[in-house]
C-alpha cells in the first residue's frame, strides 16, 4: 500500500491509503488487480472488490489505525462486513446455536454505508459458486446468504444489513431507494462539493474581498449580496475567457464571450441523455439565431456502448450545426478539464430521465461560482431549484411523471421554450436581471450544497448519533 499525508490548508494532515497489489510474491494475474480501475470481468471485479473491503481492512489495522466507524461508498466495499464479522464473534462453545457466535448487530453499529445510484449496474451482484471458488466461506454459508441473499452475492444488500445507519444522497433519491429495498430504514444526506476546490480563481478573489473566511464557512456566500454586480459580472467574464483560452488551444475553436454559452459535461450514461438538446435539430437552430454556444464534455465507461453512442450523436448534431451554433465536445474531460469548463459558461444543462439522477454535482459546482442551473427536476435540483430565482426546470414536476414514462417529447419541448422564451431574453436584454439569478446561485445554493454542510450532517446523524 501506498499513503499518503495530505496536508490540509487548515493545518490538519489527512492520512489517505492507495491497495497496490503490483508487488513480488503475488501471482502475476493478481499483480495486474490494482492495473486500472474500470474493465475486466465478473471475476476480475470480485477480486478488486475482496482486495478493497477485506485487504483494505487489514492494511488499516497492520498500520495501526484505530478506526470506530467505517463508511461504506457503495457496495464496492461491502466484503469489509465480512472482515468484522470475523474480529466481532463469540467461541462457539458458548452459545448453543452457532450462526448466534457472529455479533452482527456490533457489526452494524461500526458502519455507515451509503448507496449512490438507483441504476441497477451500479450494485454488483456475484454468482456464489464464483464466490465460493474465489473467497471461500469467511463467515458460514447460511449466514452469508441471510446477508446478501439466497440466488447470489447482492454487495449493496450485504452492507444494508450490517449498517446502523443506511442513506441516500439526495431526499428523492432516499424516497427512491425506499422502494428498490423495501424494509430497510434509509436517510438522505444530500451531496455536497469542496468550494475552495471548484470556485474559480476569479470568484475567489471577489469571495476573499467581500466575505473573507468563505472557504472555510461556505455559509458566509448567503451574504453575496455584498458583492457589487459588476464585480461578479467581471469575475464571470473572467471565468469565461479561461475557458475559451482553453478551448482555442485545445481544439482551434474561437468562441464570442458576449454570446451565451450553454455547458452539458458529466460521465456519458444513457440516463443523462447528453444529446437531448439536439432532440429537435432544426427547432434548435431557429432558436439559436447565431446567439448560441454549447460546449460539451464527459467519457464513457470501457464497456457502455449506449454511452459511448451518445458521444457520437453529440459530436455528429454539432458538425450537422457548422457555423450556426458554435459548439465542441471537449476531449480528455477530468477535473482540470472540469475547473475551467464549470465556471466558464453562463447556463449549466443537465436532463437526466427520473429518478436515475441519485444527487448530481456538477450542477453545485456551477453554482459556486454563480452559473444558473438549467436542469431536469430530480436528484439535488429538486432541493436547490426555486423557478427563474436559482436556475430553471425542464420538464413537468416530480410528482406529475410516473418512472415509466417517456418523458423525451415534454422534455426537449420544455428546454427548447425555456430558452427561447424565457433564458434568451433575460440573458441578453436584462443584464441585472441575469446577475441577480447568479448571485441567487451562489446565495442559495452554493452556501448550502457543499461538503461542510455534507460532513456535518454524517457527522451528527450517522458517525456519533
Known amino acids: 500500500a501506498w499513503l499518503y499525508r495530505v496536508k490540509s490548508p487548515t493545518g490538519g494532515v ?7 497489489t503490483d508487488i513480488p510474491g503475488n501471482a502475476d494475474e493478481d499483480r495486474r488487480l490494482t492495473d486500472h480501475l474500470y474493465g475486466g470481468d465478473l471475476e476480475y471485479r470480485l477480486k478488486q472488490e475482496i482486495v478493497l473491503g477485506i485487504g483494505g481492512y487489514r492494511m488499516l489495522k497492520a498500520l495501526g489505525f484505530a478506526v470506530r466507524k467505517f463508511h461504506m461508498n457503495e457496495g464496492h466495499a461491502s466484503l469489509l462486513t465480512l ?5 466481532c464473534r463469540s467461541h462457539v462453545r458458548d452459545r448453543w446455536d452457532e450462526l448466534v457466535a457472529w455479533d452482527t448487530s456490533e457489526v452494524a453499529r461500526r458502519c455507515v454505508f451509503t448507496t449512490h445510484t438507483p441504476v441497477e449496474a451500479g450494485h454488483d451482484r456475484f454468482p456464489w459458486d464464483m464466490v465460493e471458488r474465489i473467497l471461500g466461506w469467511p463467515v458460514p454459508e447460511k449466514l452469508l446468504k441471510q446477508l446478501a441473499g439466497k440466488e447470489e452475492l447482492n454487495t449493496t444488500l450485504l452492507a444494508m444489513n450490517l449498517s446502523e445507519f443506511v442513506n441516500g444522497v439526495a431526499k428523492k433519491h432516499g424516497e427512491v431507494s425506499k422502494a428498490l429495498f423495501p424494509g430497510f430504514e434509509i436517510h438522505a444526506i444530500t451531496n455536497g462539493v469542496h468550494p475552495f476546490t471548484w470556485v474559480s480563481p476569479h470568484f ?3 469571495f476573499d474581498r467581500y466575505l473573507p473566511g468563505w472557504a472555510n464557512e461556505p455559509e458566509m456566500l448567503v451574504r453575496v449580496d455584498l458583492i457589487p454586480d459588476e464585480e461578479i459580472w467581471d469575475a464571470h467574464m473572467g471565468a469565461k475567457a479561461y475557458l475559451f483560452q482553453y478551448i482555442k488551444e485545445v481544439t482551434d475553436l474561437s468562441l464570442d464571450p458576449d454570446i451565451l454559452t450553454i455547458g452539458f459535461a458529466r460521465r456519458a450514461a444513457a440516463y ?20 448560441l454556444q454549447l460546449v460539451f464534455g464527459g467519457k464513457a465507461h470501457p464497456q457502455d456502448r449506449s ?14 450545426c457548422g457555423d450556426r451554433i458554435r459548439a465542441v465536445y471537449l476531449p480528455n474531460y477530468n477535473m482540470e478539464v472540469a475547473y475551467r469548463l464549470i465556471p466558464g459558461v453562463d ?17 453545485m459546482k456551477a453554482a459556486l461560482n454563480g452559473v444558473p442551473n438549467f436542469s431536469v427536476l430530480d436528484g439535488w435540483w429538486i432541493e436547490g431549484h426555486i423557478e427563474g ?34 433564458i434568451m431574453p433575460l440573458f441578453y436584454n436584462d443584464r441585472s436581471g441575469w ?16 461538503t461542510h454542510v455534507m460532513m456535518r450532517r454524517y457527522v451528527t446523524e450517522a458517525y456519533i448519533a
Open 14 to 20: 489527512i492520512p489517505v491509503l492507495f491497495l497496490d
Open 389 to 422: 430565482v436559482t436556475g430553471w426546470s425542464i420538464g413537468p414536476e416530480p410528482r406529475d411523471v410516473r418512472p415509466e414514462t417517456d418523458a423525451t417529447e415534454t422534455d426537449a419541448a420544455d428546454l427548447y421554450r425555456k430558452l427561447e422564451q424565457v
Open 83 to 87: 472482515e468484522l464479522l470475523n474480529h
Open 347 to 363: 447556463l449549466w444543462l443537465n436532463n437526466p430521465i427520473r429518478p436515475l439522477e441519485a444527487s448530481g454535482t456538477s450542477g
Open 307 to 320: 454511452g459511448k453512442e451518445i458521444i457520437q450523436r453529440i459530436i455528429s448534431n454539432i458538425r450537422r
Open 204 to 206: 475567489v478573489s471577489v
Open 435 to 450: 446577475v441577480r439569478v447568479m448571485k441567487n446561485a451562489i446565495g442559495k445554493n452554493g452556501y448550502y450544497f457543499n
Open 272 to 291: 443523462k441523455r447528453g444529446d437531448l438538446i439536439f432532440h429537435d435539430p432544426e427547432k434548435l437552430l431557429d432558436i439559436a439565431g447565431g446567439r
